[in-house]
């Protein structure tokens, strides 16, 4: 299949799956009558349509991109097939920030804060990931500074959250670690979203360096590829995506370790082919995973990082296991 | 098409490169000597402004889109991140004359592969080529980036008798068609045989500079290398033999 | 007779029927003014945290714990000889007049407990409750819904409102989908959870959801006497079915 075939699958994908997530809820609305009262916005399934599974569906189509785009430019910067958002800790550090944010009422006094906290701490979180395992993309060194990263972004926002005076802490803290999409309304869309494009604009410019990354540094540089440049690219693009997508869904994992994976084996590995194929098919993974939280269980919340990880995980396995085979 | 003036590099307060002048011009295909640590690497890397430096590299000065448009760089690790296709790899060398996706391009990485003598690898998969194969690869990106010159950092290392030779006429070849090749290599004999000129370095100095039958003498060989070899012109060509150490 | 609280039901029995002498601590919560009905009253003691070791150096003759209290502290305070009293949760009718028989016997005033019985019998009697039909649901943060098992689902119930939240495995509730919830439509949503000073956390945003504005909800509604199964809940169910004969009578005028 060709490049141009495999975005326009993916696409109707998303489309397809967009539209499901629209039309299945715990309230038996049918299908006609949704997407009327979608269109029209009158009585109780108006209110439904518009007030609740649109900016759920919305939100499912900005996060999974967010996730998607930023595993892969993330990889093809590291050239590391399992540097992602999730597992190196950049979602953690955007939960941290989101907390800080909530917690110290800033969010109350200034509805931004919330986005620009999480913004800041993906960004530490980066910034440190990249010059602990920037240079060489080792594994090893990648997945044990992101242990590191993970471990104190979780502890604080723990710590925090159990300070605070609120009886919820322990519920809190399952939300930012596992994430949901449960009753989000369109003030989160539209505080996600300039964060979300902005993010996605500086990281799919990243394609052609990323591209001659895959020959080192050394090569790439002497083919005209600013590394500084790049770098920074890498830190603040993912920086606002992964922290708006965090700051309104919580930390959902492995959407950006598995998509560009799967990817690979069909598109090839150029990263910047990569980077548009994997935000569409992180959107779709994501908005699958959200419409399995609502059909598995409808009635338990269940949470949606539960379920990517649970795909996610065996995926991780099994590439740590291939490496392991071929070094 | 490069000039070198007292080019210096560090590394802490000790001079890596020490106040290296030099120059090169069309047609030339050079090779780079000296013993391990001499400063090869370092050399060309500060040619190319890669990394700081001290004096004057005339390629250093271009901005980054420019210099690559004048010089391509093999380095020594060859490194291919992920299995791209040997096709895509190849065309990763029109990366600096901006998107270029026209025939000029397409005839670029085509002419580099034949050059190579890749035309039947497009579609295989980089990483899973053998050692050879990965390194012929990587010159005919390099080729593909139509730069007059070429700096390549011990480009035949590991490969087998044939395919040295090989990269040694590809080189020359590039050279003889109006280009400049410069080559770090630690076999003498190749450099005796396919080098226009060589440039000898020890503990960062250009000690010598000239033709191969000139600056591979008794002397120098003894100096630097700590070697006694057998040098001489025959009908086909020079033929150097390396035959045994000195006491240091 | 010295006696500690640490928990904040057996706290409000305790104030209300124990001799001001007898209470040598109360729980932390006790002087929490959205959780405690008699928080002035309890600012006279000293507070604990529910710790053994801060209790037993009080050198109590009775601690009152709930059955829900850590069992570590418990078995600790046991091992160091203190008499410890665990009292069974009280939700129900029969469960409330059980736990303040109970009260009034360990604390040595029956009489007290007996009169607040009878007090308490006799306002549940008077309470005019709107007729049948009225449907509510009482929710709190991350859009929970209590369930007819719980304080909040027997407070609904006694002031003769329907749950909307119950049905097979809600009997304690369970998260309420918001959606459900806009198209169920009931007659009273009452959103609650700011009790206490819990700051603000990211779960009780859900109730700052936008449909939730054009659902009849009421806030601020749930106060310290929706907190305990005592008799102080049932100045709770009075303002609700007050409030629940109002709605009957805008119903009946359109």
Redesign the interface.
């Known amino acids: 299949m060709s490049y141009r075939a495999i975005l326009i699958w993916l696409s109707l994908a998303v489309a397809g799956l967009f539209l499901a997530s629209l039309l299945i809820g715990p309230s038996g609305i049918g299908p006609m009558e949704g997407l009327r009262a979608l269109f029209t916005g009158e009585g109780a399934p108006g209110l439904v349509m518009r007030e609740l599974r649109l900016p759920r569906a919305l939100l499912g189509v900005g996060v999974g991109a967010a996730l998607g785009l930023s595993g892969a430019a993330m990889q093809g910067f590291l050239r590391n097939p399992l540097a992602e958002p999730g597992l190196i800790g950049t979602s953690a550090g955007a939960a941290l920030g989101a907390v800080i944010a909530i917690q110290t009422g800033l969010y109350a006094a200034f509805a931004l804060a919330l986005p620009f906290a999480a913004l800041a701490g993906a960004g530490v979180a980066v910034a440190l990931i990249l010059a602990l395992a920037g240079r060489e993309g080792r594994a090893l060194v990648l997945i044990l500074a992101g242990i590191a990263v993970s471990a104190l972004a979780g502890a604080a926002t723990a710590l925090v959250l159990n300070l605070a005076p609120s009886p919820y802490a322990a519920a809190e803290i399952v939300f930012w670690l596992m994430g949901s999409l449960a009753d989000r309304s369109m003030t989160h869309v539209v505080l996600a979203t300039p964060f979300l494009i902005l993010g996605a604009v500086i990281l799919l410019a990243t394609g052609p360096g990323l591209d001659a990354l895959s020959l080192g540094e050394d090569a790439a540089a002497s083919m005209g590829v600013s590394l500084k440049r790049l770098r920074l690219q890498i830190v603040f693009g993912s920086a606002l995506m992964v922290g708006a997508a965090t700051a309104v869904a919580g930390a959902v994992g492995f959407v950006g370790l598995v998509v560009p994976h799967l990817l690979r084996h069909s598109l090839g590995a150029r990263p910047s082919r990569l980077l548009p194929a994997s935000a569409l098919g992180g959107a779709a993974m994501l908005l699958a995973a959200d419409i399995a939280t609502r059909v598995i269980a409808p009635e338990r919340d269940l949470k949606l990082g539960v379920l990517t990880a649970i795909v996610g995980a065996p995926f991780f396995l099994a590439m740590i296991r291939k490496m392991g085979r071929e070094t | 098409m490069l000039q070198l003036e007292n080019l210096t590099a560090l590394r802490g307060q000790c001079p890596v490169v020490d106040t290296v002048s030099a120059s090169i011009g069309p047609g030339e295909l050079i090779g780079l000597i000296g013993p391990n640590g001499a400063g090869k690497t370092t050399l060309m890397r500060a040619a190319l402004g890669l990394i700081a430096h001290q004096g004057d590299s005339s390629l250093a000065r271009l901005d980054p889109m420019a210099r690559a448009r004048a010089a391509a760089w093999l380095p020594q690790a060859r490194e291919i991140a992920w299995g791209l296709s040997v096709a895509e790899l190849v065309a990763l060398g029109r990366l600096p004359h901006g998107r270029d996706h026209g025939a000029q391009g397409a005839e670029a990485v085509a002419a580099a592969l034949a050059r190579m003598g890749l035309e039947n690898y497009r579609a295989r998969i980089a990483t899973q080529l053998s050692g050879g194969e990965q390194a012929r690869v990587l010159i005919a990106r390099a080729l593909a980036q139509q730069s007059p010159l070429i700096l390549a950092d011990e480009p035949i290392a590991g490969l087998d008798p044939a395919a040295q030779i090989e990269t040694m006429e590809v080189f020359r070849a590039h050279a003889d068609a109006g280009g400049a090749v410069l080559c770090s290599l630690h076999d003498l004999g190749l450099a005796a045989r396919h080098c226009t000129r060589v440039w000898v370095m020890d503990r960062g100095r250009l000690v010598a500079d000239g033709p191969p039958a000139t600056v591979l003498s008794r002397a120098l060989l003894a100096d630097v290398f700590h070697i006694r070899a057998h040098f001489e012109d025959t009908a086909q060509g020079a033929v150097f033999q390396a035959l045994s150490t000195l006491q240091r | 007779m010295r006696v500690v609280s640490m928990n904040l039901c057996t706290d409000q029995l305790a104030l209300a029927l124990a001799d001001p002498g007898q209470i040598v601590s109360l729980s932390h919560f006790a002087t929490d003014p959205g959780m405690s009905v008699h928080w002035k009253q309890a600012e006279e003691y000293p507070l604990n945290y529910g710790r053994a070791e801060e209790i037993s150096i009080l050198r109590p003759d009775l601690v009152l714990a709930d059955t829900w209290s850590n069992p570590d502290t418990i078995r600790m305070l046991k091992t160091l000889g203190i008499r410890v009293e665990q009292l069974p949760p009280s939700t129900s009718l029969p469960e409330i007049r059980a736990r303040i028989t109970k009260m009034g016997a360990l604390l040595g005033h029956p009489k007290r407990a007996a009169k607040m019985l009878a007090d308490f019998n006799a306002r549940l009697a008077a309470i005019k409750r709107p007729a049948k039909g009225l449907r509510a649901a009482v929710i709190g943060?991350?859009?929970y819904g209590y369930g007819p098992r719980t304080l909040e689902g027997q407070i609904l119930a006694l002031a003769g409102f329907d749950n909307v939240v119950s049905g097979p495995?809600?009997d304690f509730g369970?998260?309420l989908?918001?959606?459900?919830l806009?198209?169920d439509?009931p007659d009273l949503v009452i959103v609650g959870g700011s009790q206490?000073?819990?700051?603000?956390?990211?779960?009780?945003s859900?109730l700052d959801?936008?449909?939730l504005r054009?659902l009849p909800t009421q806030r601020g509604l749930r106060d310290a006497r929706w907190t305990c199964g005592a008799p102080a809940m049932l100045g709770a169910v009075a303002d609700l079915a007050a409030l629940g004969r109002k709605i009957e009578q805008s119903k009946v005028s359109q």
Not at chain 3, 196 to 204: F, L, Y
């Open positions: 943060p991350s859009g495995g809600l369970g998260r989908p918001l959606e459900d806009v198209m439509h206490g000073s819990m700051g603000t956390s990211r779960a009780q859900v959801h936008p449909v054009d």
